[in-house]
């Protein structure tokens, strides 16, 4: 793992967390778990996404914890949650269950949120009992259902099989990231942010990302090539907000589209012009807008 994993000043540096805990998952996965703000406050989970951390949601933590408790997680394999043997959509559920259930008290309810691979761990948690005793309502961020490596436009080709193939290769890459260089920042602005996405920006997601061990990025690269979850989101029931980036390159905007068609309960989809893939970073006050429009609370006067 490279000793970068996130910036440590500025406003995309994470706070420091009231309380850490361990939640154990069914396989026996541990999961790092930090709470911020008061307990008894209004509840929010979130769930980042691939190859990111705890870390990548550092605006959001530092906007809600004034009255909200914020509960994020790392995924197994990523920040501080250890590899583990499993890697599938399956224990994606599972370890959201786990974290819910560590967290929150019985009947108690939550906003759960998710980036990425975090809103595709909201859809397969989705039609779980547990998920549906805790989620009051759901974020689905910058994510898509199925076929995400056919329609990722990371590399700059037409639609189609070659594209299908090489995107496969350099998603699924064994390759170590490295340190974070000026050209490791380039080619990471390119693949997940939008054109106009400024230094400091790039710099936080690209510490995050680099941090996050080769083997664990490759394994969910395997689990993320495969994906298909769409049966699954009749089953998303609870009343559900749609976010995206129009110059999204790995999930591009139609993902958010059809998920606002499909979705039983959709409140709402949020198209973010010129905005990227890593929409709570490039984007952190819409997005903190959303979950406080699904938590029912009122944006504070700047």
Request: hydrophobic share 45%.
């Amino acid at each position: 793992m490279s000793r970068l994993t996130h910036v440590t000043s500025g406003p995309y540096a994470p706070p420091a967390a009231r309380r850490e805990l361990v939640a154990v998952s069914a396989d026996g996965a541990r999961l790092h778990v930090e709470v911020h703000g008061e307990d008894g406050a209004p509840a929010v989970v979130l769930a980042h996404g691939w190859t990111c951390s705890t870390a990548f949601w550092a605006a959001q933590v530092r906007a809600l914890a004034a009255d909200h408790r914020v509960v994020v997680y790392d995924q197994r394999g990523h920040g501080r949650s250890p590899a583990a043997r499993e890697y599938s959509t399956t224990v994606l559920a599972d370890d959201l269950v786990a974290v819910l259930r560590a967290t929150l008290g019985e009947g108690e309810k939550a906003v759960v949120g998710g980036h990425s691979m975090g809103g595709m761990t909201i859809m397969a948690a989705a039609g779980r009992p547990e998920f549906a005793a805790h989620a009051s309502a759901a974020l689905l961020c910058s994510t898509g259902p199925a076929r995400l490596v056919e329609e990722a436009r990371v590399v700059p080709l037409r639609a189609g099989p070659a594209r299908t193939r090489i995107t496969r290769a350099v998603l699924g890459s064994r390759a170590p990231l490295g340190p974070v260089t000026p050209l490791g920042k380039k080619v990471l602005k390119y693949a997940t942010m939008a054109p106009g996405a400024a230094p400091e920006k790039v710099e936080a997601c690209a510490r995050i990302v680099h941090a996050c061990p080769t083997a664990v990025r490759h394994q969910w690269s395997r689990v993320l090539a495969g994906l298909d979850l769409e049966r699954n989101l009749t089953l998303l029931t609870v009343p559900t907000a749609v976010v995206g980036g129009t110059d999204d390159r790995l999930t591009p905007i139609g993902h958010a589209r059809g998920l606002a068609a499909a979705l039983p309960n959709c409140t709402g989809l949020t198209e973010l012009t010129g905005v990227g893939h890593m929409t709570p970073v490039e984007a952190p006050e819409a997005v903190t807008h959303v979950i406080r429009r699904l938590a029912g609370a009122k944006e504070k006067s700047a």
